[in-house]
T-cell receptor
Framework: AQTVTQSQPEMSVQEAETVTLSCTYD???????LFWYKQPPSRQMILVIR??????QNATENRFSVNFQKAAKSFSLKISDSQLGDAAMYFC????????????FGEGTQLTVNP | KAGVTQTPRYLIKTRGQQVTLSCSPI?????VSWYQQTPGQGLQFLFE???????NKGNFPGRFSGRQFSNSRSEMNVSTLELGDSALYLC?????????????FGPGTRLTVL
């Protein structure tokens, strides 16, 4: 079965500090895309960052970056200079090249940012 | 550009009833996907529509159905509601079917079944 595991149900970080959220996935496919989504209390899911599995270079988006280890099937998210607005539930997810837009999500990590 | 809209935002129904939820994608987007979010099961894929055709279906009973109209708007229907159907139902739209397309989510419809 295709699965995504986020082993940290909750994480906290001090404002301006750095935090890393973990994610591992399991798929036998070789072509896929990995995502981190953020869901704030408003419940609106927002894409944070995307990584193509065929790219070795780790994706970055401003303060957000990933550590993609394809052989280990690991896809962690690093948030630098954490801000109060980063507080949210973060979901790791992937889509397979063969399954269209179908996202498989992890259980989520609730991130708290302390002032 | 307007985002994905979902109506209604909140809904309360009783067991045995049926419900229809609506999703209007971002203008120009032709793919619409539906997800169910519950505390116990997390986010689970329901189905995906593209050009009025169901292209992908998750592991849900036949009580869950959907459709897409020629303007790409989509509806999902749940018949014979059960308590376990209480959830946040999220709709997402994207330009096409390809896996790399970014999906944009709506605010969700919160369904409560009493």
């Amino acid at each position: 079965a295709q699965t995504v595991t986020q082993s940290q149900p909750e994480m906290s970080v001090q404002e301006a500090e750095t935090v890393t959220l973990s994610c591992t996935y399991d798929t036998s496919e070789s072509d896929y895309y990995l995502f981190w989504y953020k869901q704030p209390p408003s419940r609106q899911m927002i894409l944070v960052i995307r990584q193509e599995a065929y790219k070795q270079q780790n994706a970055t988006e401003n303060r957000f970056s990933v550590n993609f280890q394809k052989a280990a099937k690991s896809f962690s998210l690093k948030i630098s200079d954490s801000q109060l607005g980063d507080a949210a539930m973060y979901f790791c997810a992937y889509t397979l090249e063969t399954s269209g837009s179908r996202l498989t999500f992890g259980e989520g990590t609730q991130l708290t940012v302390n002032p | 550009k307007a985002g994905v809209t979902q109506t209604p935002r909140y809904l309360i129904k009783t067991r045995g009833q049926q419900v229809t939820l609506s999703c209007s994608p971002i203008s120009g987007h032709r793919s619409v996907s539906w997800y169910q979010q519950t505390p116990g099961q997390g986010l689970q894929f329901l189905f995906e529509y593209f050009s009025e055709t169901q292209r992908n279906k998750g592991n849900f009973p036949g009580r869950f159905s959907g459709r897409q109209f020629s303007n790409s708007r989509s509806e999902m229907n749940v018949s014979t509601l059960e308590l376990g159907d209480s959830a946040l139902y999220l709709c997402a739209s994207s330009w096409g079917l390809a896996a790399y397309n970014e999906q944009f989510f709506g605010p969700g419809t919160r369904l409560t079944v009493l």
